[in-house]
């Protein structure tokens, strides 16, 4: 896939799955009405929004660019994408969402985030663990194997992993 085509492919994946999960559902359901929490837990969850707006940026540039591919399960990428924040979790696009969504509630102050936030989770951990390790177990071999082996699906390593050469 050239460059080009992941580049639009991923900017629509974008538009339609992690911008609608992490910004449109909770737009949806609080209408972005603040219950005005404290100031502290505006300022931590203005920190969560701008993190994960950044890894979440960052993961899909590498699908593009290291992997030759978009995040979409209809055009995968040709490589495997272990670099930046995949060196600490395997999942940082959902946690980058996840962090999106916590970031809001302490913003607006409000329950339903921290409930549609666990119920994001289950989803999307559901979906990678029955479904996307499978296909990058098949489409990957022994590569995605060492991966899984060294890096953690949810809780990120301090320390970055570095594939043998």
């Known amino acids: ?13 974008f538009a339609f799955n992690p911008a609608m999960m992490g910004g449109l559902v909770p737009l949806l359901l609080t209408g972005w ?9 505006e ?3 203005t920190a969560l929004i701008v ?22 399960p209809a ?3 040709q490589e495997l994408v272990i670099g930046g924040p995949y060196r ?8 980058a969402v996840l962090a999106a969504i ?26 990678a663990r029955f479904y996307e390790e499978p296909i990058l177990s098949d489409s990957y071999g022994e590569q995605y194997a060492a991966y899984h082996r060294a890096v953690p699906g949810w809780l990120p390593r301090l320390r970055q992993w570095s594939p043998e050469p």
């Open 1 to 13: 896939m050239r460059k080009a085509e992941a580049t639009v492919g991923s900017v629509v994946f």
């Open 33 to 41: 009405h603040s219950a005005h929490p404290p100031r502290a837990l």
């Open 43 to 45: 300022v931590a969850g």
């Open 51 to 72: 993190l994960g707006a950044g890894v979440l940026l960052d993961t899909i540039a590498r699908f593009v660019f290291e992997g030759g591919g978009t995040p979409a």
């Open 75 to 77: 055009a995968p990428t």
């Open 88 to 95: 600490h979790v395997r999942n940082p696009m959902y946690l």
């Open 102 to 127: 916590l970031g809001q509630a302490l913003l607006l102050g409000r329950i339903v985030l921290l409930i549609y936030a666990g119920v994001f989770w289950l989803i999307v951990a559901s979906f």
